[in-house]
């Protein structure tokens, strides 16, 4: 199946007039929708700093003020993480995930047929991983507006040529593809260059979209294991995944303390 057969008609993404409830996860906010990819578009030009939390980066948050910190100020926060639907589901509260790349795929049909197109920004992954990643969408969209393309590898002189581009061009939507934290760190520094773009944190997505890895087949996705995947295909991981079980233990303790969210 290619990336284009995933999509939902363009007409769904056009409009959705309900406006976010936001909640809490363990201290920290969270936006609740039925459509994501349509809120994002039908308030396109607003300004957002778009943040996929999920259970690690929670608990990453926890020791690190600087992430708590770039999360609570954030305006537009989803669930990425199988972790933080389950919480919920502690409070009866039946949430959708939204995993970032695929409320990022969606966004960047959106961009393609829309007339005129919107403006796209890849930014990060190793050296060749963006481009390869613009080409393929380009292919697959070639009304696909793609002004501006670079490395996460960048010296301190390009940096400040591609911030100079960034505020020259002023994209509408633009992926940052540095990691967590540092793609959060670099969104909140640098959205000033653009205030109308929505911005959005897409970890590995780059990777994905430019072949170099897969995601998970549908059996994983559909069971909220698309973590044990990742797990597989980079045991290096390993370590960072002991912060699930903390965070499950975090999340039961804190629905005893509190019957309500």
């Known amino acids: 199946m290619s990336v284009s057969d995933k999509f939902p008609p ?6 959705d007039d309900a406006m976010p409830q936001r909640v809490s996860v363990l201290g920290y906010p969270l936006d609740l929708l039925t459509n994501y990819p349509a809120w994002l578009a039908s308030h396109q030009g607003q300004g957002f700093h778009v943040v996929t939390l999920n259970a690690e980066m929670i608990m990453q948050a926890q020791k690190v003020p600087q992430l708590a910190q770039v999360i609570r100020q954030a305006n537009f926060i989803v669930p990425d993480g199988s972790g933080v639907v389950l919480y919920l589901r502690l409070y009866g509260i039946q949430a959708n995930r939204q995993p970032g790349i695929e409320l990022s795929e969606s ?22 991983v963006a481009a390869q990643a613009a ?4 292919h697959r969209f070639p009304n ?56 959005v944190g897409v970890g590995g997505s780059f990777d994905i979209w430019a072949g170099h890895k ?21 045991p290096w991981r390993w370590r960072r995944m002991l912060v699930l079980p903390q965070f499950a233990l975090q999340g039961l303790w804190h629905r005893l303390r509190y019957p309500r969210i």
């Open 107 to 128: 966004l960047l049909k959106f961009a393609a047929t829309q007339n005129p197109p919107l403006r796209v920004f890849f930014y990060g992954s190793a050296p060749g």
């Open 214 to 234: 897969v995601r998970a087949p549908k059996f994983f996705l559909d069971n909220n294991l698309e973590w044990l995947y990742r797990l597989y295909q980079e």
């Open 144 to 199: 696909l507006n793609i002004v501006g393309i670079y490395s996460g590898y960048q010296t301190s002189e390009s940096e400040l040529e591609l911030k100079q581009h960034l505020a020259d061009c002023q994209p509408d939507i633009v992926f940052v593809a540095l990691g967590v934290p540092r793609q959060e760190y670099w969104i909140a520094e640098n959205r000033y260059l653009c205030p109308q773009a929505t911005w």
């Open 135 to 138: 080409a393929n969408w380009q």
């Open 10 to 15: 363009a007409s769904t993404l056009l409009r």
